[in-house]
């Protein structure tokens, strides 16, 4: 949590990660059982990024994924990069042990073909 000088929350962050690839990510996390996570994190986290610098990259965790209108808004954050994670591609990464080489892959695909949220459960491609 960010607080001004006289203790007001301005912002709440979920989770900061800093890789040893050099990727600074803020965190976003939303645990619906049933419900995909529409558009209101995104535009959140893109507020929240929009007051760091440009090198600090956007990361969202769905347990139930996201709706069409979050994945579209993800797509047109730009200069501001979000990767979406539904929670198929969490479960492969922690039975893999492949974290951070995921975030890579998926960071890659975005920076290369405009794709936050490729999935990486359908494999990692780098």
Same mark, same amino acid.
């Given at each position: 949590?960010?607080?001004?000088?006289?203790?007001?929350?301005?912002?709440?962050?979920?989770?900061?990660?800093?890789?040893?690839?050099?990727?600074?990510?803020?965190?976003?996390?939303?645990?619906?059982?049933?419900?995909?996570?529409?558009?209101?994190?995104?535009?959140?986290?893109r507020?929240? #990024? =929009?007051? &760091?610098?440009? $090198?600090?990259?956007? %990361?969202?965790?769905?347990?139930?994924?996201?709706?069409?209108? !979050? +994945? #579209? =808004?993800? &797509?047109?954050? $730009?200069?501001?990069? %979000?990767?979406l994670?539904?929670?198929?591609?969490?479960?492969? !990464? +922690?039975?893999?042990?492949?974290f951070?080489?995921?975030?890579?892959?998926?960071?890659?695909?975005?920076?290369?073909?405009?794709?936050?949220?490729?999935?990486?459960?359908?494999?990692?491609?780098?």
């Open positions: 949590m960010t607080k001004t000088d006289t203790q007001e929350t301005v912002e709440q962050i979920d989770g900061f990660i800093h890789t040893d690839n050099g990727l600074a990510c803020l965190i976003e996390c939303k645990d619906h059982c049933q419900d995909r996570v529409n558009i209101e994190p995104i535009a959140k986290l507020n929240q #990024l =929009l007051r &760091r610098s440009n $090198a600090v990259i956007g %990361i969202a965790f769905s347990r139930s994924g996201f709706t069409d209108p !979050a +994945l #579209l =808004l993800s &797509r047109f954050t $730009a200069p501001q990069t %979000i990767l994670w539904g929670g198929d591609e969490v479960e492969v !990464a +922690l039975e893999k042990r492949w951070c080489k995921g975030l890579l892959a998926k960071y890659r695909m975005s920076v290369a073909k405009g794709l936050p949220d490729y999935n990486i459960s359908l494999g990692v491609e780098i």
